[in-house]
């Protein structure tokens, strides 16, 4: 029998135990943390005869065949590295379910920022279209969850992170979707080329690829690399990079010269959702799915949690999560899309970037900003050095939420935003988990 061990006992770790498992695999699964949820989850492992090992530091045997790597674990520590100088196979879990899902075509959408959303978007066209089309990989479904159901996919959607590609290599999707570009995870990745070029393999891999026409970055950097691929553009035929793709027209979203839908049918707000709406729709067609189907898909989708998710109104404030901002360029995005004066909620466990554009919005947008977790002190300091001082430091979402009511019933803001311009791993699991709590927390406006 082989022996695989998998790292990290995350949602898509365990569904790629279980598909080994079922595939003959003596299993191993490790964790570096041991809280008492992982215990809970350990007893349901070791009853179908997984081995679970809490609070584990994995160090590679060579007893093993197969090493299976979370999203979140990194491809570089130093006992990958190990495990594949001594000849062990070691792939991330997105790779283990294309061995079991490979004969399913496939839409792989990454990207720095946007890809959340466009997979929704894209998953829902293809449901309103009639085919069993699940969303995977950063959003809905582990891959491997796909790859044990009984019943298998008409196609395949994924979300697929730089991580996830990294650790993949295999996977090569029917349609490939690249949304933004942008500085993010710079402290994995090391340097901006390096980054580029984990996300441009999984476009490379693909049969078709679509890239966002209107983000400077590729539009610079890709078209030599992408010569038949196609685009999209807000802005109209004319600044389609090479005349073939997704546009915006006369206030129509247009494939190929064919009149789709009309773009105000998108009810979320911003730019760089019409954006997402032309790469969904050109993923769309290129897949043969009718403009009916794509209309009714638009028309009826209500948006994406934890991204400018309104969340409620009192006293006619409007509180909206935006927790799936995890870096300045997301965060500026959300600023933008929301009517000035805002009250800002920002902070959590900061990321390299370029912060200077998101203060520049700041300035332009917030009435005032409120820090919570383990940026607040450094984001203070970034303030007070472009000039704007009216921000507090509240530490967590309990002071935040109420403390966001009241200024804006001073300033007479319309708009509590989240957006944090932060990972959330300093006093949260995810950025759901941080959504989720400024959600519970709005939800008991009044009743303080």
Partial sequence: MPNAHIIGLGRSGIAAAKLLKREGYSVTLSDLKNSPAFQQQQQQLVDDGITVKLGYSFEPDTSDNLIVVSPGVPWDIPALIRARELGIETIGEMELAWRYLNNIPWVGI????????????????????????????NIGYAACELALADKKPDWVIAEISSYQIESSAAVAPRIAVWTTFTPDHLSRHKTLENYYNIKAHLLTQAELQIFNGDDPYLQKNAPARFSNAYWTSVQGKADLINSKGAYIENGWVVFEGEEILRATSLRMVGEHNQQNLLMAVAAACLAGIGKDAIATAIANFPGVSHRLEQICTWEGIDFINDSKATNYDAAEVGLNSVSAPAILIAGGEAKAGDDTKWLEKIKAKAAAVLLIGDAAAAFAKRLEEVGYSNYEIVETMERAVPRGAELAKQYQAKVVLLSPACASFDQYQSFEHRGDNFREICQKLGNW
């Fill in 110 to 137: 990454t990207g720095t920022n946007g890809k959340t959303t466009t997979t929704a978007l894209i998953a829902a066209i293809f449901a309103a279209a009639g085919f069993y089309a699940p969303a995977c990989g």
